[in-house]
């Protein structure tokens, strides 16, 4: 059951709501989709308004709670998943966070009750971040890709049906469960390096929030991302370069992306490319 700081009917109704959600675990390589959603509820003020009950869904004995003391006194942070709101005054928006450790059980009830919540707060669309470790160099962009169950959003976007088959996490039993329940939702994946995959990665952390620029025509106040991601880029060089294996690794990786890429590095798609960003700054495309 989710445990809401006072009444739930004395939540404020929302304007145009959108759902973002990212849970730590397996669907969380690098800390990259968590952290995104840990960055926006800090960027946007974001009030928490509820939570979801422990004890319905959570192993203490996998997810173990935590003890800690301040000003002398003891208290315990049992694991969760909690929901807080940004009212984004200039888009005229307001955002429904998401943010926990995937649950221990009962995966479905889990996702009914979110489901259900969303219905209640009139939220649009579901966006679920999620990051996978993968065969891609530290030294190229961010590869994030994305499916989604609305024809509309993947024909905006570009986004291809996903042909994964095999073990899911949460987010893809929450984007099954939108596809059910005829609610638009959008699955985002960052491709953060296996042989680099220690948290944190700012770089794919950086990547996943330009795509909800996209995704929500507005822009996010990137703060010292950029900083972290580019300090984050030089230690991997650093690394790299102390082990000829990995070095021959990264080169060999960077070829076959430079390869299949090769099509898409035309002038057309780098002025697309730019006009967005220039978009999501507030600032005119060059004419």
């Known amino acids: 059951m989710i445990e809401f700081e006072g009444q739930r009917d004395s939540l404020p109704e929302l304007v145009n709501p959108v759902m973002i959600c990212a849970f730590e675990g397996w ?4 800390d990259a989709a968590s952290g995104a959603v840990l960055h926006l509820e800090e960027v946007w003020a974001a009030r928490q308004v509820g939570e979801f009950d422990p004890e319905d869904y959570y192993d203490f004995q996998v997810s173990r709670p935590e003890v800690s003391i301040d000003d002398n006194v003891r208290s315990i942070t049992w694991p969760t998943t909690r ?3 940004a009212h984004l005054a200039q888009a005229n928006r307001d955002v429904i966070l998401v943010h926990g450790i995937e649950p221990s059980m009962r995966w479905r009830s889990f996702t009914a009750e979110l489901i259900n919540v969303a219905r209640e707060l009139g ?3 579901v966006i679920t971040l999620g990051s996978l470790l993968a065969d891609t160099p530290h030294t190229r962009a961010v590869p994030v890709s994305g499916t989604s169950t609305s024809s509309t959003i993947s024909d905006r976007f570009g986004y291809e049906p ?25 699955s985002l994946w960052a491709a953060v390096p296996h042989y680099v995959g220690a948290p944190p990665c700012p770089k794919a952390t950086l990547a996943l929030l330009a795509r909800v620029e996209d995704l929500l025509d507005l822009p996010v106040p ?4 950029p900083d ?5 880029q030089i230690g991997v060089d650093e ?5 000829d294996e990995i070095a021959a690794y990264v080169r060999q990786l960077e070829e076959l992306v430079d390869t299949a890429e090769l099509p898409e590095a035309t002038g057309d798609a780098i002025a697309r490319e730019f006009e967005r960003y220039l978009r999501r700054r507030g600032a005119e495309p060059p004419k």
């Open 123 to 125: 939220v649009e669309m």
């Open 222 to 225: 990137l703060e010292d991302l």
């Open 27 to 30: 669907n969380d390589a690098g």
């Open 83 to 85: 929901l807080s709101i």
């Open 162 to 186: 996903s042909l994964y088959e095999g073990p899911t996490g949460i987010v893809g039993v929450i984007q099954d469960a939108c596809a059910s329940a005829g609610m638009a939702s959008v």
């Open 239 to 243: 690394l790299a370069s102390e082990d």
């Open 228 to 232: 972290e991601s580019r300090a984050w």
